[in-house]
């Protein structure tokens, strides 16, 4: 079954963008559309897009529209999700998950501070 | 876009004591392909969201027998038979049917008396 493995823990300052990587391992990376899922500390589950490595589509939650970019390089089977713009509201652990296969990376923290 | 509510919002139980968990859409979940895209996912303290059941009433592999899933339409229900001490955390529906956007309950958190 794949796996997903993100990167680490990020800090940054407000009106910066970051980007999180997802590496899919253990199946065929173009075979799932990849999902991006974000928490905020205490809070619940938040979709914010998802995007299909096959083709390179995407769609994106209305609220994250303009601001979040999700990318992938398929030879390295990794994904990635860029926000851009961030504010102290951004701060969150952001996933990635295969949605429809329940599988969830890790989680990485992002911080947004000043 | 759909609006899932979960109730409970917190839930204490004794150990050994069965579990109930509610959650209810503003529209019916039921696909144009027949099926009903509603998962249900545990979160334990500092972990990822792990899935315990998808499409009402599968569980996921190596989900022990005590998680049920039931309903239809737009009401469900997640089960615990017997709660033990490793079942503490949040839960949360959601879902699948209507995407984009996928959408999640408020989550309930479980602990034990």
């Known amino acids: 079954q794949v796996q997903l493995v993100q990167s680490g823990a990020e800090v940054k300052k407000p009106g910066a963008s970051v980007k999180v990587s997802c590496k899919a391992s253990?199946?065929?990376?173009?075979?799932?559309?990849i999902n991006w899922v974000r928490q905020a500390t205490g809070q619940g589950l938040e979709w914010m897009g998802w995007?299909?490595?096959?083709?390179?589509?995407?769609g994106y939650a209305q609220k994250f529209q303009g601001r979040v970019t999700m990318t992938s390089n398929t030879p390295i089977s990794t994904a990635y999700m860029e926000l851009s713009s961030l504010t102290s509201e951004d701060t969150a652990v952001y996933y990635c998950?295969?949605?429809?296969?329940?599988?969830w990376g890790q989680g990485t923290l992002v911080t947004v501070s000043s | 876009d759909v609006v899932m509510t979960q109730s409970p919002l917190s839930l204490p139980v004794t150990l050994g004591q069965p579990a109930s968990i509610s959650c209810r859409s503003s529209?019916?979940?039921?696909?144009?392909?027949?099926?009903?895209?509603l998962s249900w996912f545990q979160q334990r303290p500092g972990q990822s969201p792990r899935r315990l059941i998808y499409?009402?009433?599968n569980r996921d592999s190596g989900v022990p027998d005590r998680f049920s899933g039931s309903g239809s339409g737009t009401d469900f229900t997640l089960k615990i038979s017997r709660v033990e001490a490793e079942d503490v955390g949040v839960y949360y529906c959601?879902?699948?049917?209507?995407?984009?956007?996928?959408?999640f309950g408020q989550g309930t958190k479980l602990e034990i008396k």
């Open positions: 499409q009402i009433s």
């Open positions: 959601m879902q699948g049917t209507h995407w984009p956007p996928y959408t």
């Open positions: 998950v295969l949605i429809w296969f329940g599988v």
């Open positions: 995007m299909n490595p096959n083709s390179g589509e995407t």
């Open positions: 253990g199946d065929t990376f173009t075979n799932y559309d």
């Open positions: 529209q019916s979940l039921v696909h144009s392909d027949g099926n009903t895209y």
